[in-house]
């Protein structure tokens, strides 16, 4: 099993910052991408970043320019910094990882239990 446990979430005023980190533990032979998906109420699930285990990125059009995602493979974390937050960055933001938990095994989907990420205009 693999856990991934999220942090960094909470209320913001327009124009703040927040440090979002997702650190994943357990049976783990390989990380491949790590990022993070936003939910907003009545909305889809959608992309925000992503970074595979070299450190290609990719962003959201929305948030481009205005957050950045990195990663420490050593501790298996995943952090996106947000700068400039607007109120429809408003969300449940959930941690996501493409893990191998064995040599031979397929990849598998884990997410987070999710953080709330309030920005007040």
């Known amino acids: 099993q693999v856990q991934l446990v999220e942090s960094g979430g909470g209320l913001v005023q327009a124009g703040g910052s927040l440090r979002l980190s997702c650190a994943a533990s357990g049976s783990i032979f390989s990380l491949n991408v790590m990022g993070w998906y936003r939910q907003a109420p009545g909305k889809q699930r959608e992309l925000v970043a992503v970074v595979t285990d070299g450190g290609d990125a990719t962003f959201a059009d929305s948030v481009k320019g205005r957050f950045t995602i990195s990663r420490d493979n050593a501790k298996n974390t995943v952090y996106l910094q947000m700068n400039s937050l607007k109120p429809e960055d408003t969300a449940v933001y959930y941690c996501?990882?493409?893990?191998?938990?064995?040599?031979?095994?397929?990849?598998?989907?884990?997410w987070g239990q999710g953080t709330q990420v309030t920005v007040s205009s």
């Open positions: 996501n990882a493409l893990v191998k938990i064995s040599e031979f095994s397929p990849l598998s989907v884990y």
